[in-house]
């Protein structure tokens, strides 16, 4: 690691990430801050070349990303989860941050664009960070690999698209009595409504909709918690494209 991440807490002050974790219940050690830092260093550094996110003030990534990754702990008691997969991780959000809090989580980061992957897989090797890997795909098609399909205790996403949508995403990787969480903005009253046949027929069902503050802002943020109740139809996930372009209502 850099010289600079080596001395973590005299040139970067992670107030930002101490205060938002420990409202959540969680504190970092020395080493997980080091990690923190480099995996921003890198971000900032590849997002001169490539597109991974329009947020690049380190307070802002700090909050908007690391803590908004974490706050999953207000939904779900991390520590009995060993399997996760983040669907359409881009920059490596949630998952990365969840492997660097939890390092007994295996996570794997499934993403369509290999550049994406290329930084990700730089990350995990700088991080020195073990039990994670990256897979290359759409999510219609990684759900069809056995290797993945029903493999997994935990499938997360921070896309996006609409309930509906991501449920035939994410369900068809979670094994039974595992859980799939929805990282939204905002409300979500209305995608509930809307995705409520699409998560039954993928075998899940509503547990709980956890809605807070991201700490030390206004933003409003929701977890919408889904478990695995019965196993997802072969059918699903259907083509890619698909789920898009005629989502189930």
């Known amino acids: 690691m850099s010289e600079v991440t080596n001395q973590v807490q005299e040139t970067y002050c992670l107030d930002i990430l101490e205060d938002g974790l420990q409202e959540f219940g969680l504190t970092l050690t020395d080493g997980q801050k080091q990690q923190f830092v480099r995996y921003?260093?890198?971000?900032?550094e590849w997002n001169k070349v490539m597109n991974l996110t329009g947020i690049t003030e380190f307070g802002e990534?700090?909050?908007?990303?690391?803590?908004?990754?974490?706050?999953?702990?207000?939904?779900?008691?991390?520590?009995?989860?060993r399997?996760?997969?983040d669907v359409g991780t881009g920059a490596g959000f949630p998952g990365i941050p969840?492997?660097?809090?939890?390092?007994?989580?295996?996570?794997?980061?499934l993403d369509s664009l290999n550049k994406r992957l290329k930084f990700l897989d730089a990350v995990i090797g700088e991080l020195g960070l073990e039990g994670i890997h990256t897979v290359h795909g759409r999510a219609e098609d990684g759900a069809r690999r056995q290797e993945h399909r029903e493999q997994y205790d935990l499938s997360v996403t921070r896309a996006v698209a609409r309930l509906c949508t991501i449920s035939e995403?994410?369900?068809?990787?979670?094994?039974?009595?595992?859980?799939?969480?929805?990282?939204?903005?905002?409300?979500?009253?209305?995608?509930l409504l809307e995705g409520k046949k699409a998560v039954?027929?993928?075998?899940?069902?509503?547990?709980?909709?956890?809605?807070?503050?991201?700490?030390?802002?206004?933003?409003?943020?929701?977890?919408?918690?889904?478990?695995?109740?019965?196993?997802t139809p072969k059918r699903y996930p259907r083509k890619a494209?698909?789920?898009?372009?005629?989502?189930?209502?």
């Open 40 to 44: 921003y260093e890198m971000l900032v």
């Open 61 to 81: 990534v700090l909050n908007k990303h690391f803590v908004d990754s974490l706050s999953i702990v207000k939904a779900l008691d991390m520590e009995n989860i």
């Open 83 to 85: 399997s996760c997969i």
């Open 98 to 109: 969840l492997k660097i809090m939890f390092p007994h989580l295996q996570v794997t980061l």
């Open 169 to 191: 995403y994410c369900m068809p990787y979670v094994k039974q009595g595992g859980f799939f969480v929805a990282y939204k903005s905002g409300k979500v009253q209305e995608e």
């Open 200 to 231: 039954f027929v993928l075998g899940g069902k509503v547990e709980k909709t956890e809605e807070f503050l991201l700490p030390g802002t206004d933003m409003e943020r929701s977890l919408v918690v889904i478990q695995k109740a019965k196993p």
């Open 241 to 249: 494209g698909t789920p898009a372009k005629e989502p189930i209502l």
